[in-house]
């Protein structure tokens, strides 16, 4: 299993930004995923999840309305797309796979002006 994210950055607050998540070693398509982040010091908390198509999502109250997960099966792709960001928002962003039990190595959003 591999995972491998990109596109955190620092970003100011109100702005958006899109992360997404390459996957390979495992049929991208018959799985679950999940984007988690962590705060210094905390646990890995569920931002949002998706399922096999991409029909169900689930959220986090803290970012529904704001982030949205999407994903591209002929891609072996997952997304998150994330607007209105706060500083609360800050932290590393870690694409999952529950069934497999795979992490890829995060990326770090910042939320700062």
């Known amino acids: 299993v591999q995972l491998v994210e990109s596109g955190g950055g620092l970003v100011q607050p109100g702005g958006s930004l899109r992360l997404s998540c390459a996957a390979s070693?495992?049929?991208?398509?018959?799985?679950?995923m999940a984007w988690y982040r962590q705060f210094p010091g905390k646990e890995r908390e569920l931002v949002a999840g998706?399922?096999?198509?991409?029909?169900?999502?689930n959220y986090a109250d803290s970012v529904k309305g704001r982030f949205t997960i999407s994903r591209d099966n002929a891609k072996n792709t997952m997304y998150l797309q994330m607007n209105s960001l706060k500083p609360d928002d800050t932290a590393v962003y870690y694409c999952?796979?529950?069934?497999?039990?795979?992490w890829g190595q995060g990326t770090q959003v910042t939320v700062s002006s």
């Open positions: 998706i399922s096999l198509t991409g029909s169900s999502t």
């Open positions: 070693g495992f049929k991208f398509s018959v799985y679950h």
């Open positions: 999952y796979v529950p069934t497999l039990a795979g």
